[in-house]
């Protein structure tokens, strides 16, 4: 059977994927992406909250999340919900997030975000310029909106923090808000205060990365091998010789001087050299909403985050966008109604003039770490990964894609060395 051989493979399509072969081949470097979907960007970059949002960059490993996780798993309609079953990925997950609760990682992982949310966003924006892609981007910022005052004083206090730092998250008023955004007046009762980060913005994932690689592709830079699932990846010494099974079943054997693990949820899983990693599969939903042409006045000008629901909104174009929650559930993938039904039901009770006829809904995987940061780049020396974004993956993969190829650079110039 036949080898084919590649320069660097990266394994994964997502916004992951795409980004690290977008940096790779602007270094030069002769890029395949292959992803086991035929489309690009089809699992948890396909239909996620849209927010470029490092107004979101706090960790969740803290105290107060560990107590408020303890309380929602009693509780069949919190954000969170756990399934107790169990097992010795979650296991190991979850004794990785106490750790970095519980041992002064909150504040040092909090910041580090915030950087790489900052040159995320500005990277963004220089592929926005370079490439011109339509992914219904809006420029609209991102409003927090709460209805507790604790959470609210801690808001102000992260603001300041951010602001400190570089990000211009301001606190409103509900007054403010209003100004802000208008379509929120019937729930101005509900309402304490907000935060206001006007240079964060929108726009949609799976139209992004699926534009960018085909421009890639275009080019003549990067090869797009799809329908084709990586089932192993091991280092040989000068190459790393990567296993392959096709939609049809067969199997297909490729060589790489170098690979890039961008496979999500699945890395951790699926790679034995990311298995240290704990990359664990966190489950969120969304609904997208079609808004027709006489409706299109109702929906919010702005990004909605509700601190209180765990819920951000975005519009992208017609659609409106609504997107949260967790479920540490395993891999279980299944679109479960009553996860479904918060998010209508928000939608109906914020925007009741917008019809929830046509919805399409969606549930993912988001690949976390035990410590909400990016895992490491170099895993072995022809193996790199670029996973771990957890619920910020939109918001940082510019900047992480970056600093990746530039890693790889580092090690392997020239790459046939
Ligand atoms: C409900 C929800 C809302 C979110 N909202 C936001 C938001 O508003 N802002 C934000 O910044 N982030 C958000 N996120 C997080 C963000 O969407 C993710 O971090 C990001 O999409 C992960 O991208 P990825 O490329 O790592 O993974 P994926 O997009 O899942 O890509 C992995 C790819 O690898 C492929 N693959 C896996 N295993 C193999 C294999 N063995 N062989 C070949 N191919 C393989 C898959 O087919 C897939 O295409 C949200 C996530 C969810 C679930």
Known sequence: MNTRSHEALVVGSGIAGVTAAYYLAKRGYAVTIIDRQRHAAMETSYANGGQI?????????RAKTVRQGIQWMFDANAPLLMNPTPSMAKFRWMAGFLAAAFTGKYLPNTLKTIELGLRSRD????IMDGENIDYDQSDCGILHIYRNQKALDHAVKMSELMQEHGLERKVVDVDQIMQIEPGLHGARDQLLGGTYTENDFTGDIHKFCRELLERM????EVEFLRGREVIRADEQGSHVDVDVETARGEREFHKAK???VAAGAESSRRFDALRRYHVYPVKGYSITVEVPPHQLHAMPRVSLLDDERKLVSSTLGNRFRVAGTAEINGWNRDIREDRIKPLLTWVN??????DTEIV???????????????????????????TGHGHLGWTLCAATGEDLAEAVQKSHQPLYA
């Open 217 to 220: 592709v275009a080019r003549g």
């Open 349 to 354: 009770e914020l925007f009741p003039e917008l």
């Open 123 to 126: 990277a963004m924006r220089q």
């Open 258 to 260: 170098i690979v890039v």
């Open 53 to 61: 949002s490092v107004c979101n960059a706090e960790v969740w490993t």
């Open 360 to 386: 399409m809904r969606w549930a993912c995987l988001r690949p976390m770490t035990p410590t909400m940061m990016p895992a490491p780049y170099a895993v072995t020396r022809r193996i790199y990964a670029h």
